[in-house]
């Protein structure tokens, strides 16, 4: 099992940044590839960054050259930091935790989200 406690979130004007923590325990961090995921009202959840255990980065189309996500493996905490808000930036982040067992099933954790608005 793996908590994931996010924080860092907040209203924010369009062009301004924010960093978004992501707290995970329960588990052995380094083994979990991790990611950021976005919910805006009424749409589906959307992939924002992903992480791998050993670094290697991935990000949605709409996010690249704007957001940062990075690992510190010594505090269990994946961050996002987001640059050049845009209000279509607007929803609840997710934080997750995800690893493929020996027996290949896939396990995936979610925190409790974390809202961001960008507006005026």
């Known amino acids: 099992q793996v908590q994931l406690v996010e924080s860092g979130g907040g209203l924010v004007q369009p062009g301004g940044s924010l960093r978004l923590s992501c707290a995970a325990s329960?588990?052995?961090?380094?083994?979990?590839?991790m990611g950021w995921y976005r919910q805006a009202p009424g749409k589906q959840r959307d992939l924002v960054a992903t992480i791998t255990n050993s670094g290697n980065t991935n990000y949605a189309d709409s996010v690249k050259g704007r957001f940062t996500i990075s690992r510190d493996n010594a505090k269990n905490t994946v961050y996002l930091q987001m640059n050049s808000l845009k209000p279509e930036d607007t929803a609840v982040y997710y934080c997750?935790?995800?690893?493929?067992?020996?027996?290949?099933?896939?396990?995936?954790?979610w925190g409790q989200g974390t809202q961001v608005t960008v507006s005026l």
């Open positions: 329960g588990s052995i961090f380094s083994l979990y590839a």
């Open positions: 997750n935790a995800h690893r493929t067992t020996l027996m290949l099933v896939p396990l995936d954790y």
